[in-house]
């Protein structure tokens, strides 16, 4: 295994490349792109679920110029639970951090949605790795207050393409995540109290819609006060369980319903990366043990069901085109079987 070997190989379907040092910006392997038809892998491999993401987050931040929830930004938190000292995630944080300290005051954000994600991304990835929170994470965080409406909602990216895209109810959560988890009691400062009474405020007047959301909630809940009630946790942690499809893994369109954009014809629900890696995470965020048979038998799903490259396929919710869900979905299954069989890496104080 070369999790923590100066010289690593990068396995992407069938190109093999030797990279001395990790992979990094100016050298990594592109992904071929997200199939349903990618054979499974002939054995479950944590470093190449984790290769992938390494390439598949260099390659967006390298071709792109931007971040994205689904792969980038996704990658900021779980790199950390493996190890942060690779040169693949020294660059995509640098590249976070320059959006705040360059991009920012030269050009402004892009949206508003990449002013709480980048804070989102940057204080989960500072708990992970400092435990201390960094003055460009402080500078992200202080901005959603500037971006935040009277309703105490965000203005977020309508884009169609859930659950990350789609309403302004993802946005709302993330920004209490990223409060709640951001180190050195910052969601005790005057303007996060301030801030938070706001998001609180729309969720009780702008309640989840779908399971998804709860989920979200569940997950903010858990560092927050004033979220959820002990008994709405419960009852949220019983239906995401209740998800479960029999061969153990959970579906994306099961927790988050979604008409289809392209007019295809809803089919029978089958178990997914982003479905199972997300709801195993979240339950393990909010207390369920790592011995307790519906993870057991989900994370056997996802040690029997990762893809020849190391990823684990998500169907999009909207269209059938890239497939992006499955980024997300692959760092969500690494998330999750970290939290249950790896170290005890979490991003609480």
Known sequence: MFRNSLCMF????????????????????APTDNKKDEPIAKQFSFDKAVSFLDHAALQWTDKRGCFACHTNYAYLYVRPMIDAKVPAHLDIRRAAEELVTKRWPEKGPRWDAEVVATAAALAYNDALTTKKLHPVTRTALDRIWKVQRQDGGIKWLLCKWPPM????????????????VAPDGY????????????????LKKNPPKNLHHKAMILWASTYLEGFMTADEQ????????????????????????????????PEPLVSDGYGTGFTIFILRQAGIPASDPALVKGI??????QRASGRWFTRSLFR???????HIGSAFAVMAIQSCEGPQASARR
């Open 165 to 180: 895209e789609n309403d302004d109810h993802y946005g709302v959560t993330l920004a209490a995540l990223a409060v709640g």
């Open 10 to 29: 990068a396995i992407l379907g069938t190109q093999v490349v030797v990279l001395a040092q990790g992979p990094t910006l100016k050298k990594y392997a």
């Open 234 to 265: 419960k009852a949220t942690r019983t239906e995401l369980l209740a998800k479960q499809l029999p061969d153990g893994g959970w579906s994306a369109p099961g927790i988050y319903p979604w008409p289809r954009g392209d007019k295809k014809k």
């Open 320 to 326: 059938d085109n890239k497939h992006y869900l499955t």
């Open 187 to 202: 969601a005790k400062t005057p303007q996060a109290k301030k801030g938070l009474d706001g998001l609180r405020g729309y």
């Open 300 to 305: 056997a799903w996802l040690k029997a069901n």
